[in-house]
């Protein structure tokens, strides 16, 4: 099975940085998932990560350790848009690689 | 607009009625999935389709029962529902089952009375 951890909310202030931790157990893995949704909209593909390390992408990045079993997507400059819940999802090695989603992260910017 | 297109929107219905959620792909895409979200709960994961077959059932109860006659199309199907069963009943597809990032519909909000 897998246990997946992420904080229920957070606020920030637009142009601030801001760090959503997820952190997971899990008895095999094969990678790490982060989906945006904003309000009343479909959740929609931020990152993937399989590897150690960081993956930036524009404003946000998103870190993996695999050893630790700990991710978190870094979101720069934060903009009043970014206000949304973040998804943090385990993909699980072997059967049917289908991930496991946690409660998701809800991110409140604030000017 | 993700390519993956839900209807109905919202949706109010009686424990007694019968009706259905449409989901269509416009991706070309292999695998289909439902899944519910609840308040303050992890997405849920229902059912998966792969090239049409049904792979994955989640110990979903039968009175919701899915549909996917192509690779492009997926229904629920509801009927008997209880109120906790009040949800955003979302929609995705990858191009193959598990093993890439999904592409969800903007979800069907379903509320039993």
């Known amino acids: 099975g897998q246990n997946i951890d992420q904080p229920t909310e957070m606020t920030a202030t637009e142009g601030a940085i801001v760090q959503i931790n997820c952190t997971y157990q899990?008895?095999?893995?094969?990678?790490l998932f982060w989906y945006q949704q904003h309000a009343g909209e479909a959740p929609t593909f931020l990152s993937y990560?399989?590897?150690?390390g960081l993956e930036e992408k524009g404003r946000f990045s998103s870190f993996l350790s695999r050893s630790k079993g700990y991710s978190y997507l870094l979101l720069k400059e934060l903009q009043m848009k970014d206000s949304a819940s973040y998804l943090c999802?385990?993909?699980?090695?072997?059967?049917?690689?289908?991930?496991?989603f946690g409660r998701g992260t809800s991110l409140i910017v604030h000017p | 607009e993700t390519g993956v297109t839900q209807t109905p929107r919202h949706l109010v219905m009686g424990m007694t009625n019968k009706k259905s959620l449409k989901c269509e792909q416009h991706?070309?895409?292999?695998?289909m999935y439902w899944y519910k979200q609840s308040a303050k709960k992890p997405l849920e994961l229902m059912f998966v389709?792969?090239?049409?077959?049904?792979?994955e059932n989640n110990s979903v109860p039968s009175r919701f029962s899915p549909e996917c006659p192509n690779s492009s199309h997926l229904f629920l199907h509801l009927h008997t529902l209880q109120p906790e069963d009040s949800a955003l009943y979302l929609c995705a597809s990858s191009q193959r089952k598990g093993n890439e990032k999904l592409f969800f519909g903007s979800g069907t909000q379903l509320s039993v009375l």
């Open positions: 389709y792969n090239f049409k077959e049904q792979t």
């Open positions: 991706l070309g895409h292999n695998a």
């Open positions: 990560n399989v590897l150690d």
């Open positions: 899990t008895s095999g893995f094969n990678g």
């Open positions: 999802a385990v993909q699980p090695s072997g059967g049917s690689y289908i991930p496991t």
